[in-house]
């Protein structure tokens, strides 16, 4: 098939779900997004034998730079990404369709949040093993949109959020996933370019004709601190925006949750009591009030152990009296099911024991599981 390229080598990693299908020269699947790969040998095999389907991006001239197709986030995925780098690429070329871009994809990351809360905020959490820097950033805008809403702005200032989520860290980019990656003190250079890059994605976007004042503000004071320690101004207070601090606190989380090289990744009950205590002084008390009540005790995309020693994950949030929802994956004795069966966790035999965490993830097949079909 034409429209299937070859993976390049470093786009695949060992104990994390693929993040689309793959296939072989014929357009056959090999394997389905979600499944985990678990040896040095099966991936060879993929670099050697796979291939995947690219996104097809809009050119420059035409109108629209989003579709309007019913939302899968699993399916969207990897779309959103690629379209993401196109945007990012798009602002620093100074291309003339980068605000029509941004405003697309903003649109895009919205309605797939409204569509499918559930399966978009598990998107954070199946990814979230050693996520690259466009899938955190990916990750700060469907956290923020949650944020806003719950914390009641108001659509237009939530939508201009989701694109300074989307843009903030433009500046950083380049050398985002290099950081991530080492485990050395940082250098003089590299806080520079860290401290720096809040102004530095400002010059790119007002360069590419994007200028909307609540975009820059929201950006330029995302990393002050209510109690004045912050940077680049030092602001303190309501002198910083509520906008400002979502996108803050959605950075904040995906960092907790995020294995780094210097750093284990924290879970979800831990990053929970943090955020809590983030209400007391280093944000607007309803903000980290807000994500919590968006994640809930166990938000979508964890792996969880029942009362009957069976193992799942999280698909759905408590709705009145019910759930939270999980789907069962390994059966009392550890065995794997062939399918997969909900579970009501609000049950007794179903209650939430534990967290699990495994050193691997298990493959899942996403779309199937959150009733999207394969």
Not at 107 to 127: F, Q
Not at 214 to 240: V, W
Request: hydrophobic share 40%; glycine share 6%; charged share 25%.
């Amino acid at each position: 098939m034409d429209n299937l390229i070859r993976i390049a080598p470093g786009a695949l990693e060992l104990g994390r779900p693929l993040p689309w299908n793959v296939y072989d020269a014929d357009g056959n699947v090999l394997l389905r997004q979600g499944y985990v790969i678990q040896t040095d040998t099966q991936l060879e095999q993929l670099f050697e034998r796979g291939r995947f389907k690219p996104r097809k991006i809009e050119r420059p001239d035409e109108e629209v730079f989003e579709d309007s197709r019913k939302r899968n986030p699993f399916s969207d995925y990897p779309d959103l990404l690629q379209a993401l780098e196109a945007t990012l690429a798009a602002i620093t070329n100074v291309d003339p369709s980068a605000q029509k871009r941004l405003l697309g994809l903003g649109r895009m990351v919205e309605r797939m949040c409204d569509e499918a809360p559930d399966a978009s905020l598990a998107l954070v959490h199946l990814y979230s093993i050693g996520p690259t820097s466009l899938e955190q950033t990916l990750f700060y805008a469907i956290l923020s949109h949650f944020i806003a809403r719950q914390f009641g702005l108001e659509e237009k200032r939530a939508s201009v959020l989701t694109a300074a989520a989307l843009t903030a860290n433009l500046a950083l980019i380049p050398v985002a996933d290099q950081l991530n990656a080492s485990n050395k003190v940082l250098t003089d250079e590299q806080r520079q370019v860290i401290r720096k890059h809040p102004e530095r994605s400002i010059q790119a976007l007002k360069a590419a004709g994007i200028s909307n004042n609540l975009l820059l503000t929201i950006i330029a004071q995302h990393h002050e601190q209510a109690d004045g320690s912050g940077y680049p101004k030092g602001l303190s207070g309501t002198e910083i925006r509520p906008e400002a601090e979502i996108l803050a606190l959605s950075e904040r989380y995906v960092a907790m949750i995020t294995k780094r090289a210097y750093r284990h990744r924290m879970n979800v009950t831990d990053a929970r009591k943090l955020i809590a205590n983030l209400a007391d002084g280093s944000f607007r008390p309803a903000i980290p009030k807000a994500l919590l009540h968006v994640l809930g005790d166990y938000p979508p995309g964890i792996l969880v152990r029942l009362d009957n020693n069976e193992v799942g994950v999280v698909t759905a949030r408590p709705v009145r009296a019910r759930g939270p929802f999980v789907k069962a994956i390994f059966g009392p004795r550890g065995n794997r099911y062939s399918g997969t069966f909900e579970r009501d966790t609000s049950l007794l035999e179903y209650n939430i024991r534990a967290l699990e965490e495994p050193e691997i993830m298990p493959s899942m097949d996403f779309s199937l599981i959150w009733g999207f079909g394969s």
